[in-house]
């Protein structure tokens, strides 16, 4: 049979029966529809079989079907839900050849062929076709075919892909004696959704892959809407590009490329230096090196010390502790971070030094201490300190001069606080801060202890001198190791320190050259002290001593700067002038207590 559907899609009921099926026109016969063949003669009855029944009984006598007549049929109700359909056989006499039909429209469910009308009416539903004389009712009905998960219709039922409403073209006209049946859809067994759920539908609805009546069909509002999207996905893209672009180009002219800057670099080497380098002599020595903190009086400062014993003893300037009035003021810091409180052990303004203990601190390291007189011109020196309270600071430099008079302090005014020295000169940077530090020489000796500079604009010696621009030019003195380490003993065995004299009042304003015995004391007493040292080496009022071992002295100052430089008792040859002549006198030093 033809009912829009390829031939493949049925299920022939017997070999005899598929045989008889009609064969599709090929494309140069028709443009696409399937034309309705006239029937064939055959030399007995036909059956048609809708569906596969069980055998049937076997017929009684029939009867001749009655001739079908020329009239409209009668006008059937609405159509309505397909319904089951018996089996049905066909049985009627041989017709007479008729001419081909017309092809048929588009395939489309369900297109009933009738008579030509006057004007196309809508395709009624199906009529009932007669009923042949025999008609077998199958004891039950079964589908043909198990429900099939991609929803293929059952066997007589329009296929997926009917598209439309059936066409409405007036058919061809078939001769009488033709066989026309109309297929009734099969029921399926459970109802079956619509072939096309339309838009709106609810969503629990099945969606029909194959309908095809609004699928495609993209509304205004969706064009509009994916038009709107592709342009805001634009300028996104855009910005983001934008962005990159920059990115690379900021890095393009801050590298100089693409590529990443790798410097060369020299390999981790040996650290370790020679013990006579700076950095040796650093390393060597830092660990003996104390800061030292200072309250009192309303003031505060920072000074250096170094330790000289395992008792923890350390040596330092008397000015750096003179304004503490007891222990709780003065703190020591070491060069590990640890930090503890220190007690005044003695202190001596003469010679601006002083010796500070610190008690229960294990692991102290002492330096070991030189020999200034050994030291020349020249040798390299270190110096270690704490300037403007940097503590752990090294330089270096040289030694730039031997005995070289300064004298420092005199803010009291009364002299008693001025200190005399015969100092080493060096270049190395000392600031304030770096006073009461130790100055190595290469091999990590104190030599001496840093005490003063000479600072721009200024004339006084002394840490800043009462300079207008205190710091470093280059002009720092160190108290000699030698004078200090005299000096030192005696504070931490006596808690004070002797002075070496020679008995005499100077005029401290005589303005020759050479120092001047004066012809009054200071009191009004006698100017050279009876039974004192000079008075003993012969000495008068009015003698101007101008060499001290053969040391040329100019003043006053640096005859006692060369005294203090020796011990009581040692012997000093002096030579003087009185009256114009030139005279040598031997004395031995005395000694006097300090303050």
Do not use: C
Not at 2 to 18: D, F, L, V, Y
Not at 183 to 207: F, I, K
């Amino acid at each position: 049979m033809n009912n829009g559907k390829p031939n493949w899609w049925s299920r022939p009921s017997t070999t005899p029966e598929a045989a008889r099926i009609p064969t599709p026109p090929s494309a140069d016969e028709a443009d696409g529809d399937f034309p309705l063949p006239a029937p064939q003669p055959s030399p007995g009855p036909q059956r048609t079989d809708l569906t596969e029944t069980a055998p049937a009984p076997e017929p009684q006598a029939t009867e001749p079907a009655p001739e079908p007549q020329a009239t409209e049929p009668a006008p059937e109700p609405p159509a309505a839900a397909p319904v089951p359909a018996p089996a049905v056989e066909l049985t009627k006499p041989a017709a007479e050849p008729v001419p081909p039909a017309e092809p048929m429209p588009a395939p489309a469910p369900a297109v009933e062929l009738t008579k030509p009308a006057a004007e196309p009416t809508p395709v009624p539903a199906p009529a009932p076709v007669p009923v042949a004389e025999h008609v077998s009712v199958p004891p039950a009905q079964q589908p043909l075919h198990a429900p099939d998960e991609y929803r293929t219709p059952p066997y007589g039922e329009p296929g997926p892909w009917a598209p439309a409403p059936p066409v409405q073209r007036p058919p061809a006209a078939v001769p009488p004696q033709a066989h026309h049946h109309q297929p009734h859809p099969q029921a399926p067994l459970q109802p079956q959704p619509q072939a096309h759920p339309r838009a709106g539908t609810a969503p629990w609805e099945q969606y029909d892959p194959w309908g095809v009546a609004e699928a495609g069909v993209p509304s205004v509002a969706a064009k509009k809407s994916r038009k709107g999207l592709a342009v805001a996905g634009a300028l996104v893209f855009a910005l983001i590009t934008g962005v990159i672009g920059g990115g690379i180009g900021a890095y393009v002219e801050r590298n100089g490329g693409l590529t990443t800057v790798d410097l060369p670099q020299a390999e981790a080497g040996d650290t370790g230096r020679a013990p006579d380098s700076v950095a040796g002599i650093a390393a060597s020595a830092l660990p003996g090196v104390v800061t030292l903190h200072v309250r009192g009086n309303g003031s505060s400062g920072t000074g250096t010390g170094f330790v000289l014993d395992t008792k923890g003893h350390i040596l330092t300037n008397n000015h750096v502790v003179d304004g503490a009035a007891s222990s709780e003021d003065i703190s020591v810091t070491f060069s590990s971070g640890e930090t503890a409180r220190a007690k005044l052990i003695g202190k001596d303004t003469g010679y601006d030094l002083a010796v500070v203990q610190v008690i229960g601190v294990s692991g102290l390291k002492p330096l070991p201490l030189g020999n200034s007189d050994n030291v020349r011109v020249g040798d390299p020196v270190v110096a270690i300190g704490a300037p403007f309270d940097l503590s752990n600071t090294v330089t270096s430099g040289i030694i730039s001069a031997k005995e070289r008079p300064i004298t420092a302090g005199g803010e009291k005014g009364d002299g008693s606080d001025i200190s005399y020295v015969d100092a080493l000169q060096t270049d190395a940077p000392i600031n304030p801060g770096n006073s009461g530090g130790p100055l190595l020489d290469s091999k990590a000796a104190v030599i001496g202890i840093n005490s003063a500079i000479r600072a721009a604009g200024g004339s006084g010696e002394g840490e800043g001198g009462g300079a207008s621009q205190p710091g470093s030019i280059g002009l720092g003195f160190a108290i000699p190791i030698n004078q200090g380490k005299r000096v030192a003993e005696e504070l931490i065995n006596t808690g004070k320190a002797t002075h070496p004299v020679i008995g005499v009042s100077l005029d401290m304003q005589y303005q020759g050259d050479g120092a001047r015995v004066g012809e009054k004391g200071k009191d009004g007493s006698a100017s050279v002290t009876p039974g004192g040292p000079a008075a003993k080496a012969g000495l008068r009022p009015g003698d101007v001593i101008t060499r001290v071992d053969g040391q040329r002295v100019h003043n006053g100052e640096e005859l006692i700067v060369k005294i203090r430089a020796h011990r009581p008792g040692d012997k000093l040859e002096l030579t003087l002038t009185r009256n114009g002549k030139e005279l040598t006198k031997t004395l031995t030093l005395g000694s006097s207590q300090g303050t």
